[in-house]
């Protein structure tokens, strides 16, 4: 008897192949990192990092202590008794992060903070990078192979040419959690629209992906929230038969019990921080800010200052100012929240959502137009300069940052080249438009039926629900980010390299589908 079972050697080449692939793609995930000499530090990475490493030092006490903790973390209740409530003796300024002043500053999740910290005692972050790009190619390979059914060469060219041709390896090499929000998104992706083909494994890594993402950044869970209501509402409007219905009502309930357990989450860390120094953590009014910057805000103040006893009325007269002035600033000329005192902080804090509320019905069309006009200037916004070093930025992290990682930043070989990184942001920007661009061509195309016969090959049920899905978070993206806090550059780059790997799914799939339509008709003419 004759087996058709693939020669032994033959498997192996295969893994062996398969293998060195993944290899290429670890590298080229991390080309950034690589090339640079370290990973990329954001200025608010230190607050991550210390945050979790005072949590470690505090609790299991200074035998666990390593080069970023704090010398009052290290002194422990002895210093904590030489400080006051509300601030230091001596009048001294307040940082926006110290526990035994009781200043903790709510969106520096601790979650991803334990990740950093074990990326540190690892060796020097790279531990953070490569799971980063770990995540990503277990994102990629499910999507492209388990669900789309592509082969592994088309999984090794779609996402070497995402990562050369979009930022991504960029948010991969920083040491912050803004390349979170792209895996929430397309992990969120891959659960709705194949749920039924995936199996428990991968159900329940999309689902633990997912879940951390959302803990990573206040942003995150706030799109997980958003997408998951907004998926609700479209699968109550549409409804099906209840065998269709089913893959559908399962994804969605464990999409919302994750949002759930995201939500306790953030509590969890309020709690922890009010078990630890007795009081909550301050969120920053990024939302007063930016209604200030924009201009109904100002305006409601100068109006109504005399009538409504807003804790901000008392710094009227260093307004208006940026919205990064206000939260950051330590002018005492121009900065508001930095240079408050404690309670003042606490106050602005907790008065925002009424401000909010107020300005709002003061200037109803002054806020809308304000936020449209940040919606798009945030969708439009893609560009590498949080990634750039400059004068005043070293020296910040001079003092920030311990000595053996700022010796290495100076040697940096991206972060201080901005004529680089501006001639990058320029070709990821062309692509980032170009890729929508094609994508919208697509739709519309799919619409004709002329197109139609030219694009039946792409007929998979799930192309629609997949590309709006997309559509719809990467607009939700821009909205949360630059309506409620302001367009930066890093909100809407950290997802812009979406669109073209999206566009990437569907050029492979119409190329393997049109060769296998040629194959099967020259086996027939033959």
């Known amino acids: 008897m004759f087996s058709f079972e693939p020669h032994p050697i033959g498997k192996r080449l295969v893994i062996i192949n398969r ?50 903790t704090q010398e009052r973390t290290l002194q422990g209740v002895e210093q904590r008794q030489q400080h006051e409530v509300h601030g230091v003796k ?25 990740l950093l910290y074990l990326g540190h005692i690892s060796g020097h972050f790279w531990l953070v990078v490569f799971t980063q790009a770990a995540v990503f190619l277990y994102l990629s390979h499910t ?17 070497a040419i995402t990562l050369v041709a979009t930022p991504l390896s960029f948010f991969i090499s920083v040491l912050m959690p803004d390349v979170f929000a792209g895996f929430l998104i397309l992990s969120v992706v891959i659960l709705i629209e194949f749920w039924d083909s995936l199996k ?33 509402i479209i699968s109550f409007l549409v409804g099906r038969n209840a065998k269709s219905d089913r893959p559908v009502r399962n994804s969605l309930a464990v999409l919302l019990a994750l949002s759930l357990v995201g939500i306790f989450g953030e509590l969890a860390f309020s709690y922890g921080v009010r078990y630890t120094i007795g009081v909550d953590p301050i969120r920053p009014p990024f939302l007063m800010a930016h209604m200030i910057e924009d201009g109904p805000g100002y305006s409601f103040l100068q109006e109504n200052c005399a009538k409504k006893a807003y804790t901000v009325c008392k710094y009227i007269d260093r307004l208006p100012v ?24 606490r106050a602005l804090s907790l008065e925002q959502t009424s401000f909010a509320i107020d300005v709002f019905q003061f200037d109803p069309v002054g806020v809308i137009a304000s936020a449209t006009r940040d919606f798009f200037r945030q969708f439009f916004t893609i560009t590498l300069d949080s990634f750039f070093l400059n004068k005043e930025a070293l020296t910040g992290f001079a003092a920030g940052l311990p000595t053996s990682y700022f010796n290495a930043m100076t040697r940096s070989r991206i972060a201080m080249r901005d004529w680089l990184l501006q001639i990058l942001a320029t070709f990821y920007f062309s692509t980032y438009v170009m890729s929508l661009l094609a994508l919208l061509l697509i739709s519309v195309s799919l619409y004709s039926t002329r197109s139609k016969r030219k694009l039946h090959i792409l007929s998979l049920p799930e192309w629609g629900p997949m590309v709006t899905v997309v559509a719809l978070a990467i607009v939700s993206n821009a909205a949360i980010c630059g309506i409620l806090s302001g ?35 020259t086996r027939l003419q033959g």
């Open 19 to 68: 293998l060195v692939g993944f290899f290429f793609l670890l590298l080229a995930s991390t080309w950034v990192a690589l090339v640079n000499g370290q990973p990329l530090f954001n200025i608010d990475t230190t607050a991550y990092v210390r945050g979790a490493d005072f949590a470690v030092a505090y609790f299991l006490g200074p035998k666990f202590a390593t080069s970023w």
């Open 143 to 159: 999507l492209m192979i388990k669900c789309l059914r592509l082969s592994f060469v088309s999984f090794v060219c779609v996402t």
């Open 487 to 521: 367009p930066a550059s890093r909100y809407h780059t950290r997802v812009s390299w979406i669109p073209l790997f999206i566009l990437g799914l569907i050029a492979a799939k119409y190329w393997e589908a049109r060769n296998c339509k040629v194959e099967s008709e």
């Open 200 to 232: 428990s494994r991968d159900k329940v890594i999309l689902s633990f992906i997912i879940l951390y993402s959302a803990l990573t950044h206040t942003s995150h869970l706030l799109l997980l929230i958003w997408m998951v209501s907004i998926f609700a």
């Open 90 to 114: 001596n009048g001294g300024e307040v940082s926006l992060n110290s526990p035994f002043d009781k200043s903790v500053m709510a969106g520096r999740s601790i979650y991803y903070g334990a």
């Open 322 to 345: 940026s919205g990064g002035e206000f939260l950051w600033s330590a002018s005492p000329t121009n900065g508001v929240f930095r240079v408050a005192d404690l309670p003042t902080r």
